[in-house]
């Protein structure tokens, strides 16, 4: 039986993606592939053929060997974009490295198209809406890391024929969302606070500005960035076509979960406004914005409040503590 590959199963895309495979694409095996040191494995669909495994050290082969598979979606990594810069070591093992091993696995057994989960991070400091043919100018590790990945890509492409399809999502949120990172997505990070009676924090003064993207609502373009022709060798972002102030993020979820304090904390080293064109995931993925960010807040409110009462990540020792923010230390 043909099988699909996702890493980072356990996580927000890949539990998601799975499920939507399995139920939509029944003549499909699914692989999931997470050390899950930032999901859950009651995340992942019992349909899916799970292996517990770290992409940066162990042998892919011996998963890749034992199916027959036609495509992959490489999801898994640790997207503490903020954090990056004082995990500089963390941060390229698990996003470049384990690229690298998931690439070499690709090439060995001649899948038909990786999709890999870029960032929106690799812009940093461009003008939005930032264009897929605009230059990256990433600002952080995490989004050099995610540039270094696209670039080996190419060469993938070019010198060993790998055919690949690249997206660039942005500030995906929703069902399965991992909200117990204190590192990572502000709305999941929102949520959690709110469940532990503590006030929304934001670094600044909320003026940023963002899109955000409702996990649903990008499913359907992830399965055409692997089948669709057009979409081979692109790179494309894939997310809402409407920005927010952090701030009026904040305070809409403040609406769905029935009031909450907001506490305004130092600023951090980050892009002010990142958001992005959309017309070319419409033209060749079929993405549709559907999902306004007050109703998938409410959706995503509702299934945080039947989760287990998990304890928060907090990284217990960081690389370098040179310049820390003091909500992190």
């Known amino acids: 039986m043909k099988a699909i590959v996702i890493t980072g199963v356990a996580g927000l895309l890949g539990s998601r993606m799975a499920k939507w495979i399995l139920e939509n694409k029944p003549s499909y095996q699914v692989i999931g592939i997470d050390n899950l040191s930032g999901g859950y494995e009651d995340h992942i669909d019992n349909r899916v053929i799970f292996y517990k495994a770290d992409l940066a050290t162990d042998d892919l082969n011996r998963i890749f060997s034992s199916h027959e598979v036609e495509f992959v979606y490489h999801f898994a990594a640790y997207a503490a974009e903020g954090l990056s810069p004082f995990i500089r070591k963390y941060n390229y093992t698990n996003n470049i490295v384990a690229t690298a091993n998931v690439v070499n696995a690709c090439i060995t057994h001649q899948i038909k198209r990786l999709v890999f989960t870029s960032s929106m991070a690799v812009y940093g400091a461009g003008e939005p809406p930032f264009s897929e043919n605009d230059l990256p100018k990433p600002i952080d590790p995490y989004g050099i890391a995610k540039y270094a990945c696209e670039m080996d890509l190419h060469v993938a492409g ?22 117990w990172d204190r590192y990572r997505n502000v709305l999941g990070i929102w949520i959690y606070q ?17 899109a955000f993207s409702y996990i649903d609502d ?13 979409a ?28 909450a304090n907001i506490e305004f904390l130092e600023m951090r080293h980050e892009v002010h406004a990142a958001y992005s064109t959309h017309e070319k995931s419409e033209e060749i993925l079929g993405y549709q914005d559907k999902t306004d960010l007050s109703s998938g807040l409410t959706a995503m409110w509702n299934w945080a409040q039947l989760q287990p009462r998990r304890n928060q990540f907090v990284w217990p020792k960081y690389e370098l503590e040179r310049g820390l923010y003091k909500f992190w230390k």
């Open 194 to 210: 709110k469940l532990n009676n503590q006030s929304l924090t934001i670094y600044g003064d909320g003026s940023q500005k963002r």
């Open 232 to 259: 081979s060798k692109q790179i494309i972002n894939l997310g809402s076509k409407k920005e927010y102030s952090i701030l009026e993020a904040a305070m809409l979820l403040k609406e769905v979960v029935g009031g």
């Open 218 to 230: 990008c499913l359907f373009p992830l399965w055409n960035a692997s089948v669709k022709p057009a």
């Open 158 to 179: 070019e010198q060993h024929g790998l055919d690949w399809c690249i997206i660039r999502p942005h500030n995906v949120y929703g069902v399965n969302q991992n909200i």
